[in-house]
């Protein structure tokens, strides 16, 4: 499986959970005909779920025909019925492939999740309907259908090419997200080791094209300092696609207080990632006790596996993870509205990458259980609308209007070695 996720042990505990459908929300529940009246007039818009890459894991070759209506809880977050009750109107579905891959490997398998993505919204026109701007989304909303855009969730998957960047932008990619797992040639990730301090020239120049294009520039998984540089470095509001809070979990892949008032000032959003391991402090902490208490079991018991095995398993029976809840979810989105304001945090759930998810939130039908939540801790009707969509419609109206004021300008046509020297 890939991403920065929660040790296999957790996974299995947490598992149950996952394999749930969420929790419907209460036909009778008094706020519930006011979120449906704020869900008509804007759509719900999620930014990063990993289903392409789920149906190419799971169906493989089957994916170009499997009946996509409804789906295997137990393996999959995401089908249109569950769509449907969760109340989504947008979605930005991701063009992921392993960092891992050799580049041109990864641009390969770039255009095969894209080209899965446009069949996926061709088979089923009256559920889909493909989108690249802010207008289309709305548009698409008022007929009743799924906007559907695509991002690409790694700068290596571009090869070091504005060509390949270029080619991805006009297949209808809508965002970048600058690094993944690993540090690449011209930027640094939150989970690898720093080389670069940032982004090199060559990255800034990446963040300008995109800006030129309308692309959005996705910081999540980006070093703290990658993320400074690029918010510096764009003209146009930058996002988060999946991403959550450091300070109330303290996990890399978050985004740090200094950052999100950077991100207030760019006027970007910080879409929340529901992933339990990032939102939860006290399961980040069980994890790494976890990942300790394996390998030194392995040392007490090297060559005689059925012994570490047991020893695991007294471990985990003793020490169970904690739980992780809707509530938990809830409590990061209020935080980062505290810190960067209302108008800078959106939802970005990770459906379909991750092991397991909260209490509440198995699966896309949990969104409408999410925002009643809030409302019952005070949210309002029109910071409800700016958090289920409003916000990443205003990034994609603004990034549009960048580019047009950037028309005259000429395509990049840079390589890494002209403008960051030779390699190191």
């Known amino acids: 499986m890939h991403k920065s996720r929660l040790m296999a042990a957790a996974a ?4 149950s959970a996952s394999a749930a459908l969420a929790t419907p929300p209460d036909p009778n529940d008094p706020n519930l005909p006011r979120l449906k009246k704020i869900l008509k007039a804007t759509p719900l818009i999620d930014g990063h779920n990993d289903w392409p890459m789920a149906l190419a894991m799971q169906a493989k070759d089957g994916r170009w025909s499997v ?3 409804r789906l295997d809880n137990a393996k999959y977050d995401t089908d249109i019925e569950r769509l449907r009750q969760g109340m989504v109107g947008g979605q930005f579905w991701s063009v992921y492939v392993s960092a891992n891959l050799p580049p041109l490997e990864q641009v390969k398998r770039t255009l095969e999740q894209i080209d899965l993505v446009k069949s996926i919204v061709g088979r089923y026109p009256k559920e889909f309907a493909l989108v690249r701007t802010a207008a289309q989304v709305r548009a698409a909303h008022k007929a009743g259908k799924i906007a559907s855009l695509m991002g690409a969730e790694g700068g290596g998957q571009i090869d070091e090419s504005f060509s390949v960047l270029r080619a991805y932008h006009e297949l209808g990619v809508g965002y970048l997200t600058l690094t993944h797992s690993k540090t690449i040639s011209w930027a640094d990730s939150a989970t690898d080791a720093p080389q670069h301090d940032g982004l090199t020239p060559f990255g800034v120049a990446v963040v300008h094209e995109m800006n030129r294009l309308g692309m959005l520039v996705d910081l999540s998984h980006v070093s703290e300092a990658t993320m400074l540089d690029a918010i510096a470095a764009s003209k146009a509001p930058i996002i988060f696609s999946h991403s959550s809070a450091r300070t109330p979990a303290d996990h890399p892949r978050n985004v740090p ?3 999100l008032k950077k991100v207030a000032e760019n006027g970007g959003v910080v879409m929340v990632n529901f992933a339990p391991g990032f939102v939860s402090e006290p399961l980040r902490l069980w994890s790494a006790q976890q ?3 394996t390998a030194l079991n392995a040392s007490l018991y090297l060559g005689q596996p059925d012994r570490a ?7 985990l029976a003793a020490n169970p993870p904690p739980k992780v809840t809707l509530s938990v979810v809830a409590d990061h989105v209020d935080y980062i509205a505290k810190v960067a304001g209302f108008d800078h945090v959106g939802l970005g759930g990770d459906y379909d990458g991750l092991p ?5 939130l198995e699966g896309v039908e949990g969104y409408p259980s999410l925002l009643l939540e809030l409302m019952k801790r005070g949210w309002t009707d029109e910071n409800i609308a700016k958090l289920a969509g409003g916000n990443i419609l205003r990034v994609m109206d603004q990034a549009e209007k960048v580019a047009v004021s950037m028309a005259n300008e000429p395509p990049a046509t840079a390589t890494v070695a002209a403008l960051d020297g030779p390699a190191k």
Not at 12 to 15: D, E, R, T, V
Not at 309 to 315: D, I, P, T, V
């Open 291 to 293: 990942a300790a208490q």
């Open 309 to 315: 095995k047991a020893a695991n398993a007294a471990w």
């Open 356 to 360: 397991a998810l909260p209490e509440g």
């Open 12 to 15: 299995l505990l947490l598992a």
């Open 257 to 259: 207080d200094v950052v």
């Open 67 to 69: 009946d996509l209506n």
